[in-house]
Nanobody, 115 residues
Framework: QVQVVQSGGGLVQPGGSLTLSCVVSGSAFDSFQMGWYRQTPENQRELVAL???????RYGDSVKGRFAISRDSVPNAVILQMNNLKPQDTGVYYC?????????WGEGSLVTVSS
């Protein structure tokens, strides 16, 4: 069974930085497309960042140039580096490992950007 475990998040002032981490276990990590999503006030999950199995990345328009998804030094993990955070980045961030027709979600991490 695939498990997706997140860490990181918290409170930061506007202009600050935070890092989220996501570790996947239970299946071959390289078979997954990894993604970060955040919950909108309308209760939708919008794309923040994606990384395909071959390392190609894609970002939501609102975070381009500020956020970066990459593989962590820890095995089977990806991180989301968030820089120059804005109040509108506030929300619950979810990690998703997608592969073999299934979506496996983490439990969510709260990010609050406020002075």
């Amino acid at each position: 069974q695939v498990q997706v475990v997140q860490s990181g998040g918290g409170l930061v002032q506007p202009g600050g930085s935070l890092t989220l981490s996501c570790v996947v276990s239970g299946s071959a990590f390289d078979s997954f497309q990894m993604g970060w999503y955040r919950q909108t006030p309308e209760n939708q999950r919008e794309l923040v960042a994606l990384m395909s199995q071959n390392g190609v990345t894609r970002y939501g328009d609102s975070v381009k140039g500020r956020f970066a998804i990459s593989r962590d030094s820890v095995p089977n993990a990806v991180i989301l580096q968030m820089n120059n955070l804005k109040p509108q980045d506030t929300g619950v961030y979810y990690c998703k490992a997608a592969g073999a027709g299934t979506d496996n979600w983490g439990e969510g991490s709260l990010v609050t950007v406020s002075s």
